[in-house]
Protein backbone atom coordinates (compact mmCIF):
# COMPACT_ATOMS: atom_id res chain seq x y z
CA UNK A 1 0.00 0.00 0.00
CA UNK A 2 1.38 3.30 -1.05
CA UNK A 3 2.17 5.46 1.91
CA UNK A 4 -0.26 8.41 2.27
CA UNK A 5 1.07 12.20 2.23
CA UNK A 6 0.54 13.85 5.86
CA UNK A 7 -0.48 17.53 5.85
CA UNK A 8 -0.02 18.13 9.87
CA UNK A 9 3.00 20.09 10.72
CA UNK A 10 6.31 18.38 12.69
CA UNK A 11 6.32 17.46 15.66
CA UNK A 12 6.99 19.96 18.29
CA UNK A 13 10.49 19.61 18.49
CA UNK A 14 12.55 21.82 16.57
CA UNK A 15 14.71 19.95 13.87
CA UNK A 16 17.85 20.92 11.81
CA UNK A 17 18.85 19.06 8.73
CA UNK A 18 22.53 17.26 9.03
CA UNK A 19 24.94 16.68 5.65
CA UNK A 20 26.18 13.05 5.78
CA UNK A 21 29.72 13.07 4.55
CA UNK A 22 29.37 9.20 2.70
CA UNK A 23 26.40 9.85 0.86
CA UNK A 24 26.13 13.44 0.89
CA UNK A 25 21.96 13.21 1.39
CA UNK A 26 20.27 15.46 3.49
CA UNK A 27 19.07 13.92 6.81
CA UNK A 28 16.86 15.14 9.48
CA UNK A 29 16.90 15.04 13.15
CA UNK A 30 14.92 16.09 16.29
CA UNK A 31 17.02 18.50 18.54
CA UNK A 32 17.42 16.48 22.13
CA UNK A 33 14.11 17.47 24.47
CA UNK A 34 14.28 19.94 26.41
CA UNK A 35 15.48 18.85 29.84
CA UNK A 36 13.20 19.06 33.01
CA UNK A 37 12.96 20.27 36.25
CA UNK A 38 11.18 17.03 37.34
CA UNK A 39 9.01 14.03 36.60
CA UNK A 40 5.38 15.77 36.80
CA UNK A 41 7.10 17.83 33.84
CA UNK A 42 7.17 15.07 31.39
CA UNK A 43 3.58 14.29 31.52
CA UNK A 44 1.68 14.98 28.38
CA UNK A 45 2.98 16.19 25.22
CA UNK A 46 3.12 12.92 24.55
CA UNK A 47 3.17 12.36 19.92
CA UNK A 48 0.27 11.41 17.60
CA UNK A 49 0.73 8.91 14.46
CA UNK A 50 -1.55 8.24 12.08
CA UNK A 51 -1.99 4.70 11.34
CA UNK A 52 -1.99 3.25 7.93
CA UNK A 53 -2.33 -0.10 7.71
CA UNK A 54 -5.68 -1.17 9.92
CA UNK A 55 -7.41 1.72 7.59
CA UNK A 56 -6.15 1.10 4.34
CA UNK A 57 -9.64 0.22 3.54
CA UNK A 58 -10.79 3.70 3.93
CA UNK A 59 -10.95 6.91 1.38
CA UNK A 60 -7.74 9.06 1.19
CA UNK A 61 -9.39 11.99 2.70
CA UNK A 62 -10.85 9.85 5.53
CA UNK A 63 -7.53 9.92 8.55
CA UNK A 64 -7.90 8.28 11.61
CA UNK A 65 -4.78 9.18 14.26
CA UNK A 66 -3.91 7.58 17.67
CA UNK A 67 -2.18 9.58 20.57
CA UNK A 68 0.29 7.44 21.75
CA UNK A 69 -0.21 7.79 25.64
CA UNK A 70 2.23 5.14 26.57
CA UNK A 71 4.74 7.72 25.71
CA UNK A 72 3.92 9.26 29.27
CA UNK A 73 6.39 8.59 31.96
CA UNK A 74 4.30 6.17 34.21
CA UNK A 75 3.29 4.58 30.79
CA UNK A 76 -0.28 5.46 30.38
CA UNK A 77 -2.67 7.99 30.15
CA UNK A 78 -3.97 7.84 32.91
CA UNK A 79 -0.42 10.16 34.68
CA UNK A 80 -2.47 12.95 33.23
CA UNK A 81 -5.44 12.78 35.96
CA UNK A 82 -3.05 11.01 39.04
CA UNK A 83 -1.14 14.21 38.35
CA UNK A 84 -4.00 16.85 38.25
CA UNK A 85 -5.68 15.19 40.95
CA UNK A 86 -2.29 15.05 43.74
CA UNK A 87 -1.39 18.32 42.87
CA UNK A 88 -4.71 20.04 43.17
CA UNK A 89 -5.24 18.12 46.91
CA UNK A 90 -1.58 19.09 47.88
CA UNK A 91 -2.01 22.96 46.97
CA UNK A 92 -5.88 22.67 48.89
CA UNK A 93 -4.13 20.66 51.68
CA UNK A 94 -6.40 18.25 51.82
CA UNK A 95 -3.52 15.73 51.05
CA UNK A 96 0.01 16.61 53.56
CA UNK A 97 2.76 14.21 53.92
CA UNK A 98 1.41 12.92 56.71
CA UNK A 99 -2.06 11.29 54.92
CA UNK A 100 -2.18 8.00 52.46
CA UNK A 101 -3.41 8.43 48.78
CA UNK A 102 -6.38 5.89 48.37
CA UNK A 103 -8.19 4.80 45.49
CA UNK A 104 -9.52 1.73 43.81
CA UNK A 105 -7.77 1.22 39.94
CA UNK A 106 -7.41 -1.57 37.76
CA UNK A 107 -3.74 -0.66 37.40
CA UNK A 108 -2.84 2.09 35.85
CA UNK A 109 -4.68 5.05 37.53
CA UNK A 110 -2.61 2.94 40.09
CA UNK A 111 0.61 3.11 38.47
CA UNK A 112 0.52 6.65 38.02
CA UNK A 113 -0.34 7.19 41.36
CA UNK A 114 2.54 4.98 43.00
CA UNK A 115 5.12 6.80 39.86
CA UNK A 116 3.93 10.49 41.38
CA UNK A 117 3.81 9.07 45.06
CA UNK A 118 6.94 8.37 45.28
CA UNK A 119 8.37 11.17 43.31
CA UNK A 120 6.37 14.28 45.90
CA UNK A 121 6.88 11.91 48.90
CA UNK A 122 3.37 10.33 49.46
CA UNK A 123 2.41 7.22 50.54
CA UNK A 124 -0.21 5.57 48.47
CA UNK A 125 -2.15 2.54 49.25
CA UNK A 126 -4.16 0.90 45.99
CA UNK A 127 -7.66 -1.28 46.12
CA UNK A 128 -6.92 -3.70 42.97
CA UNK A 129 -8.91 -6.71 42.03
CA UNK A 130 -6.76 -9.60 42.95
CA UNK A 131 -6.66 -10.78 39.00
CA UNK A 132 -5.04 -7.69 37.61
CA UNK A 133 -1.89 -8.67 35.63
CA UNK A 134 0.84 -9.62 36.96
CA UNK A 135 3.03 -7.03 35.69
CA UNK A 136 0.86 -3.87 36.77
CA UNK A 137 1.15 -5.76 40.59
CA UNK A 138 4.94 -5.79 40.16
CA UNK A 139 5.09 -2.16 38.88
CA UNK A 140 3.34 -0.22 41.51
CA UNK A 141 5.27 -2.68 44.39
CA UNK A 142 8.15 -1.28 42.49
CA UNK A 143 7.08 2.34 43.22
CA UNK A 144 6.72 1.35 47.30
CA UNK A 145 2.70 1.76 47.04
CA UNK A 146 0.70 -0.80 49.15
CA UNK A 147 -1.71 -3.46 47.18
CA UNK A 148 -5.24 -4.49 48.88
CA UNK A 149 -6.67 -6.75 46.80
CA UNK A 150 -10.42 -6.77 45.93
CA UNK A 151 -12.59 -10.04 44.87
CA UNK A 152 -11.49 -10.43 41.41
CA UNK A 153 -15.01 -11.78 40.44
CA UNK A 154 -16.43 -8.06 41.23
CA UNK A 155 -13.85 -6.08 38.81
CA UNK A 156 -13.41 -2.70 38.92
CA UNK A 157 -17.06 -2.58 40.90
CA UNK A 158 -15.95 -4.61 43.85
CA UNK A 159 -12.86 -2.29 44.48
CA UNK A 160 -14.62 0.77 44.37
CA UNK A 161 -16.85 -0.69 46.95
CA UNK A 162 -14.27 -1.53 49.17
CA UNK A 163 -11.75 1.11 48.63
CA UNK A 164 -15.38 3.24 49.98
CA UNK A 165 -15.56 0.97 52.68
CA UNK A 166 -11.93 1.64 54.18
CA UNK A 167 -12.25 5.23 53.89
CA UNK A 168 -15.60 5.40 55.53
CA UNK A 169 -14.25 3.59 58.09
CA UNK A 170 -11.15 5.72 58.58
CA UNK A 171 -11.35 7.33 62.08
CA UNK A 172 -8.08 8.23 62.42
CA UNK A 173 -8.54 10.06 58.76
CA UNK A 174 -5.08 8.66 57.61
CA UNK A 175 -6.50 8.63 53.92
CA UNK A 176 -6.58 11.22 51.81
CA UNK A 177 -9.60 9.34 48.74
CA UNK A 178 -8.79 10.49 45.71
CA UNK A 179 -11.68 9.32 44.30
CA UNK A 180 -10.83 9.07 40.46
CA UNK A 181 -14.53 8.26 39.31
CA UNK A 182 -16.20 10.99 40.84
CA UNK A 183 -13.04 13.83 40.97
CA UNK A 184 -13.41 16.62 38.66
CA UNK A 185 -9.86 16.88 37.93
CA UNK A 186 -9.92 13.35 36.26
CA UNK A 187 -11.51 15.02 33.10
CA UNK A 188 -10.08 18.39 34.00
CA UNK A 189 -6.31 17.02 33.35
CA UNK A 190 -7.97 16.08 29.87
CA UNK A 191 -9.57 19.74 29.44
CA UNK A 192 -6.11 21.55 30.41
CA UNK A 193 -4.31 19.15 28.62
CA UNK A 194 -5.08 16.29 26.41
CA UNK A 195 -7.40 18.39 24.02
CA UNK A 196 -5.33 21.62 24.04
CA UNK A 197 -2.23 18.69 22.60
CA UNK A 198 -5.08 17.28 19.40
CA UNK A 199 -6.35 20.31 18.38
CA UNK A 200 -2.33 21.78 18.00
CA UNK A 201 -1.54 18.82 16.37
CA UNK A 202 -3.98 18.26 14.05
CA UNK A 203 -4.00 22.24 13.55
CA UNK A 204 -6.97 22.75 14.67
CA UNK A 205 -9.15 19.72 11.56
CA UNK A 206 -9.87 17.21 14.22
CA UNK A 207 -13.49 16.28 13.64
CA UNK A 208 -14.17 13.13 15.46
CA UNK A 209 -12.79 11.99 19.06
CA UNK A 210 -13.22 8.30 20.38
CA UNK A 211 -12.30 6.96 23.78
CA UNK A 212 -13.38 4.40 25.78
CA UNK A 213 -15.27 4.15 29.49
CA UNK A 214 -13.66 3.13 32.35
CA UNK A 215 -13.40 6.35 34.53
CA UNK A 216 -14.46 8.04 31.62
CA UNK A 217 -12.44 11.11 32.64
CA UNK A 218 -10.75 10.91 28.62
CA UNK A 219 -14.13 11.00 26.86
CA UNK A 220 -15.32 13.62 29.31
CA UNK A 221 -11.95 15.85 29.32
CA UNK A 222 -11.44 15.56 25.91
CA UNK A 223 -14.84 16.17 24.88
CA UNK A 224 -15.52 19.80 26.80
CA UNK A 225 -12.13 20.40 25.58
CA UNK A 226 -11.83 20.24 22.12
CA UNK A 227 -15.77 21.60 21.91
CA UNK A 228 -14.01 24.84 23.63
CA UNK A 229 -12.04 24.70 20.04
CA UNK A 230 -14.91 23.65 18.29
CA UNK A 231 -18.44 22.71 18.70
CA UNK A 232 -19.30 20.94 15.57
CA UNK A 233 -16.31 18.14 16.52
CA UNK A 234 -18.05 14.77 17.77
CA UNK A 235 -16.82 12.51 20.20
CA UNK A 236 -17.79 8.89 20.86
CA UNK A 237 -17.45 6.77 24.17
CA UNK A 238 -16.74 3.20 23.19
CA UNK A 239 -17.28 0.28 25.89
CA UNK A 240 -17.96 -3.14 26.15
CA UNK A 241 -20.75 -4.88 24.84
CA UNK A 242 -21.90 -6.87 27.67
CA UNK A 243 -21.11 -6.57 31.48
CA UNK A 244 -19.05 -10.04 31.33
CA UNK A 245 -16.24 -8.98 29.26
CA UNK A 246 -12.32 -9.32 28.88
CA UNK A 247 -11.28 -5.35 28.25
CA UNK A 248 -9.59 -4.74 31.10
CA UNK A 249 -10.30 -1.24 33.28
CA UNK A 250 -13.25 -0.81 31.14
CA UNK A 251 -16.65 -0.51 31.96
CA UNK A 252 -20.43 -1.65 30.41
CA UNK A 253 -22.16 1.69 31.83
CA UNK A 254 -26.03 -0.16 31.89
CA UNK A 255 -24.93 -2.56 34.44
CA UNK A 256 -21.90 -1.00 36.45
CA UNK A 257 -21.77 1.63 38.61
CA UNK A 258 -21.57 4.49 36.85
CA UNK A 259 -18.78 7.30 37.41
CA UNK A 260 -19.98 9.94 39.02
CA UNK A 261 -18.08 12.58 35.90
CA UNK A 262 -19.52 10.29 33.10
CA UNK A 263 -22.34 11.98 31.45
CA UNK A 264 -23.32 10.64 28.29
CA UNK A 265 -25.20 13.52 27.18
CA UNK A 266 -22.22 15.29 26.24
CA UNK A 267 -21.44 12.78 23.80
CA UNK A 268 -21.93 12.20 19.94
CA UNK A 269 -23.27 8.58 20.35
CA UNK A 270 -21.60 5.28 22.42
CA UNK A 271 -20.06 2.47 20.58
CA UNK A 272 -20.32 -0.97 22.06
CA UNK A 273 -17.24 -3.13 21.74
CA UNK A 274 -16.76 -7.01 21.85
CA UNK A 275 -14.20 -8.61 23.74
CA UNK A 276 -13.12 -10.11 20.83
CA UNK A 277 -12.47 -7.05 18.85
CA UNK A 278 -10.72 -5.12 21.19
CA UNK A 279 -8.25 -7.86 21.25
CA UNK A 280 -7.60 -8.63 17.91
CA UNK A 281 -6.98 -4.75 16.95
CA UNK A 282 -4.06 -4.44 19.62
CA UNK A 283 -3.07 -7.86 17.95
CA UNK A 284 -3.53 -6.15 14.56
CA UNK A 285 -1.94 -2.78 15.94
CA UNK A 286 1.15 -5.06 17.01
CA UNK A 287 1.62 -6.76 13.64
CA UNK A 288 0.91 -4.29 11.37
CA UNK A 289 1.18 -0.97 12.47
CA UNK A 290 4.34 -1.63 14.66
CA UNK A 291 1.98 -0.75 17.85
CA UNK A 292 2.20 -2.75 21.19
CA UNK A 293 -1.30 -1.87 22.94
CA UNK A 294 -3.48 -3.17 25.65
CA UNK A 295 -6.95 -4.39 24.96
CA UNK A 296 -8.36 -1.25 25.62
CA UNK A 297 -6.26 0.70 23.10
CA UNK A 298 -7.64 -2.01 20.77
CA UNK A 299 -11.24 -1.44 21.32
CA UNK A 300 -10.28 2.37 20.72
CA UNK A 301 -9.22 1.94 17.46
CA UNK A 302 -11.68 -0.81 16.57
CA UNK A 303 -14.49 1.67 17.58
CA UNK A 304 -12.88 5.16 15.81
CA UNK A 305 -12.35 2.72 12.29
CA UNK A 306 -16.52 2.14 13.01
CA UNK A 307 -16.43 6.08 13.25
CA UNK A 308 -14.57 6.97 10.06
CA UNK A 309 -15.95 3.85 7.66
CA UNK A 310 -19.21 5.79 8.00
CA UNK A 311 -17.16 9.48 6.99
CA UNK A 312 -16.47 10.46 3.13
CA UNK A 313 -13.72 13.06 4.98
CA UNK A 314 -12.59 13.66 7.97
CA UNK A 315 -9.78 13.66 11.05
CA UNK A 316 -10.70 10.85 13.40
CA UNK A 317 -8.33 10.94 16.64
CA UNK A 318 -8.17 8.22 19.48
CA UNK A 319 -5.53 7.27 22.43
CA UNK A 320 -3.94 4.25 22.57
CA UNK A 321 -3.74 3.72 26.72
CA UNK A 322 -1.12 1.76 27.66
CA UNK A 323 1.60 -0.57 26.37
CA UNK A 324 1.29 -4.29 26.01
CA UNK A 325 3.81 -5.06 28.57
CA UNK A 326 1.08 -3.72 31.01
CA UNK A 327 -1.17 -7.47 30.40
CA UNK A 328 1.80 -9.99 30.16
CA UNK A 329 1.61 -12.80 32.46
CA UNK A 330 -2.52 -12.75 31.34
Known sequence: MATRSRSFPPSPEAEVSVRSSKTKKSESRPLAPT??????????????????????????????????????????????????????ALETGELTPEKTLIDSTSGNTGIAYAMIGAAVGIDVALVMPENVSPARKHIVSTFGAEIIYSDPMDGSDGAQRLCKEL??????????????????????????????????????????????TGTSGTIMGV?????????????YGAQPSDAFHGLEGLKHMPSAIVPDIYHEDEL???????????????????????????????????????????????????????????????
Open 35 to 88: PKKSLLEMVGNTPMVRLEHVTSHLPDEVEVWAKLEFMNPGGSVKDRPARQIILD
Open 167 to 212: VDNDEEGKYFYANQYGNPNNPGAHVLTTAPEIWEQTDGRVTHFVAS
Open 223 to 235: TRGLKQFNSDIQT
Open 268 to 330: SGVIYVDTEDGWDMAEKLARTEGIAAGNSAGANVWAALKVAEELDEGVVVTVICDHADRYLGQ
